[in-house]
Nanobody, 121 residues
Framework: QLQASGGGLAQPGGSLTLSCALSGFSLDDFAIGWYRRAPGKEREGVSCISKSEDITYYADSVKGRFTISRDNAKNTVYLQMNSLKPEDTAVYFC????????????????WGQGTQVTVSS
């Protein structure tokens, strides 16, 4: 089971940290991806991190502003979001997959419920 949390309301330029907690299996065995869906838009891949070696990828739209990290001891993956923009407003989902690389939604085996992020003044 995946549980995403940490969403909320932030002002433009502000920060939020999302968490994706895994239960029932070990984070060591999975690559993790973050996706988002904004109103009226298609689902977009935001970032992903490999099972080992902590290889990371970021969408161009968030590169330099977002940082993905993992804490295997806590079975949790984080998405630190800085310099937030109104266009970052979306529901954010985390997903877990056993394969790597994992550039596509179909590469992920498990999906959590989303957490809403709203960036507005």
């Amino acid at each position: 089971q995946l549980q995403a949390s940490g969403g909320g309301l932030a002002q433009p330029g502000g920060s939020l940290t999302l968490s994706c907690a895994l239960s029932g299996f070990s984070l060591d065995d999975f690559a993790i991806g973050w996706y988002r869906r904004a109103p009226g838009k298609e689902r977009e891949g935001v970032s992903c991190i490999s099972k080992s070696e902590d290889i990371t990828y970021y969408a161009d739209s968030v590169k330099g502003r977002f940082t993905i990290s993992r804490d295997n001891a806590k079975n949790t993956v984080y998405l630190q979001m800085n310099s937030l923009k109104p266009e970052d407003t979306a529901v954010y989902f985390c997903a877990a997959g056993r394969s790597w690389p994992a550039p596509n939604p179909d590469d992920y085996d498990y999906w959590g419920q989303g957490t809403q992020v709203t960036v507005s003044s």
